[in-house]
């Protein structure tokens, strides 16, 4: 016993001592390279205001140890994919730019008390524009001191990490080895009757209210040529991944966008804009809306391109959804990965809160899937229509639950109401009266008001408050085995392509 109790502390002393590299590198290089009082006293303060008010954006995470760099989970995983100097200097510029961006939602989203009392701390005159200027001035002084440190590239790519969504301690103290197995089972139930859907002709998909089709707002299918002119075009940096301008990403969204094709039986199977109504997040269904955004993986070692489509429900209600589900907010996420050449090789689709994932991937490109131990994942229920983009992706989706029960492709009815797409970021800044914004989304990740019994139920799986709407970056999309929507070694952990 006395063995085994000395062996146990050296095994959990050596695994903390190893989580903590990173963080410690980090500091430790911030301590060393004695920066200037004035750069750290800026990004201490602001930094300290954005915590006290809660309107830290989650959308990326913080790299430990410099102030100025943020990254995602695409940006993580180029640490070991990196060959030379120029790349090193471009990934460290794009947290940069990362950081800058999700200060820019941080302070537009500042409540007016706290940016006084911020400039007040500063002893300066401040406005939310000013406040800007003068975060990008102290972010570029710092970066410009740090780099002539010796050290510093070593320590961002030590520190440069993105944290986990699930909490080993939730999984040690919920038995998980035993709790996970009637989910497994719970799963393997529903992946059942995802995959019925998905191999019976659209007409024999029961309804129970009516069908209604929401289209986009245009449809312009470029042509290969010229998307992999676009994608050719877009990729002209160190790093070789797609950057499309704000023209070219009109385009993609345009060329991809779904058509939704809903069973309407009651309010809550009308999507609608995001808004802000007494206090409350506010689904307008007198205005339905999608909202995209762009991301990042690889296949095999190319960067690929994401185009993603988020739309969002009052509520998950009704009879076909179960009970344990219920409550207010619901939505689903639609996403198109195009290959290096440009052509679209994937779509996967989830809900908002990051359950119920699987891929539709292009028959002809996997030559296997990759089956994880417990032999639920991937789930595959269906293949990409052959003939996208040629013709636009149709969702066929059921009341109150909100699954995409058929992914085809149609003429679209000439009846169809159009949708209005608007980027996500919108919905991290969003109007909230009196010229003020703030988030949709806490500064861990989740959505306000979205509230579910799961965590009570499925705590055992390590996933806190699992259910709840989540923000983009936040999806764990496994309550059995651990996985990330956007990990972006998804599909290559997955599938063995062509």
Known sequence: MHIHGKWGFILIFSIVLLLSCAGTSGRRFAYDSDRPEEYKRFFRQLDQAIRESGVGEASVFPVQGFPYLRTNRFLAAFQVRMRNAEQVAYWVEWMRRLDLEARGKEIRNLPPAALVDLAARLAVSLDREKLMATTARYSELMLTHDRRQPGFYAAVKNTAVAPSEYEPAMRVFGIYPLTSLPVAS????????????????????????????????GFVNPGKEQTRDLIATARKNPLGVIEPSS??????VLAYAPVIVADVAAEYDRFGRVEWLNGSISINTAHPTVYYYLSHSFIKAEPVLQINYSFWYTERAGALAPRIEHGPLDGVTVRVTLDAAGDPVIVDIMNNCGCYHYFLPRQETIVREIKDSSGLYPFVPAFMPSDFPEKPLQLRLNTGWHQVQKVFTAAIPREAATYQLLPYEGLETLPYGKGLTTSVFDARGIMKDSSRIEPVIFFGMGIPDVGYMRQREHHAIKMVGKAHFTDPDLFNGNFEFR
């Open 186 to 217: 719970a799963t393997r139930k529903a992946y059942d009757e995802f995959r019925a859907w998905h191999r019976k002709p659209l007409a024999e998909i029961e309804t129970y209210g009516r069908l209604m089709t929401f289209k986009p707002p």
């Open 247 to 252: 023209d070219q990403i009109e385009q993609l």
